[in-house]
């Protein structure tokens, strides 16, 4: 079995302030990783993911997110916030065995920009 | 290319009621799954159809069913609804072998 852990349920940022979203998880197989943010009365958006390759992984919106096997974490940082990045931040988790795409969701992060 | 299409983006039905909600994924996907998502429960699971197969399937009542249509076009009906299903239902397609999962704006479903 899966699981994610957001310990964050709501993190407070001054503007161009950087910010870390914590995600830790468990899994006894390998797995993917994600992160999705999720704006007011709207689905899902994926933001960054892990699949393979390089454990640093970038969006053009200045996004970043660091796997760490050895701690199990794949934590979501922006060394700069704007007013825009005001959503709620998930982080996902899917086996990394063929046929089990199921996504397992962390409770979310609201993330607040304060002007 | 269109992403994933939800109908309809809001619902309101009373207890007892049954509802159906659909899904159209994006074109080439044919895995579609379904999530539910309230304040309390956070995001989980219902199922994945792939290929008009159920492939997997979360933890929840048999009022809560689905199916996949040959163009990979999928529903979900819950039947006798209960207030506790009120809650935003996700659905995403993904293509096969690819784990990124796209997401539909979601059906928000209010159960009175």
């Known amino acids: 079995a899966q699981s994610v852990t957001q310990l964050d349920s709501q993190v407070p940022v001054f503007e161009e302030a950087p910010v870390e979203l914590r995600c830790n998880y468990s899994?006894?197989?390998?797995?993917?990783l994600f992160w999705y943010v999720q704006y007011p009365n709207q689905g899902l958006q994926l933001l960054l993911k892990?699949?393979?390759?390089?454990?640093l992984v970038k969006d053009i919106n200045g996004f970043e997110a660091e796997f760490n096997k050895s701690q199990t974490s794949f934590h979501l940082r922006k060394p700069s916030v704007h007013i825009s990045d005001t959503a709620e931040y998930f982080c996902?988790?899917?086996?990394?065995?063929?046929?089990?795409?199921?996504?397992?969701f962390g409770t979310g992060t609201r993330l607040t920009i304060i002007p | 290319k269109a992403g994933v299409t939800q109908t309809p983006r809001y619902l309101i039905k009373t207890r007892g009621q049954q509802v159906t909600l659909s899904c159209s994924p994006i074109?080439?996907?044919?895995?579609v799954s379904w999530y539910q998502q309230t304040p309390g429960q956070g995001l989980q699971f219902l199922f994945e159809?792939?290929?008009?197969?159920?492939?997997n399937k979360g933890n929840f009542p048999g009022r809560f069913s689905g199916r996949q249509f040959s163009n990979s076009r999928s529903e979900m009906n819950v039947s006798t609804l209960e207030l506790g299903d009120s809650a935003l239902y996700l659905c995403?397609?993904?293509?096969?072998?690819?784990?990124?999962?796209?997401f539909g704006p979601g059906t928000r479903l209010t159960v009175l």
């Open positions: 892990y699949l393979s390759g390089s454990t």
């Open positions: 074109s080439g996907h044919r895995s």
């Open positions: 899994s006894s197989v390998s797995v993917y």
């Open positions: 159809y792939f290929s008009e197969t159920q492939r």
């Open positions: 996902a988790v899917s086996g990394g065995d063929f046929g089990n795409e199921k996504l397992t």
């Open positions: 995403a397609s993904s293509l096969e072998g690819f784990h990124e999962q796209f």
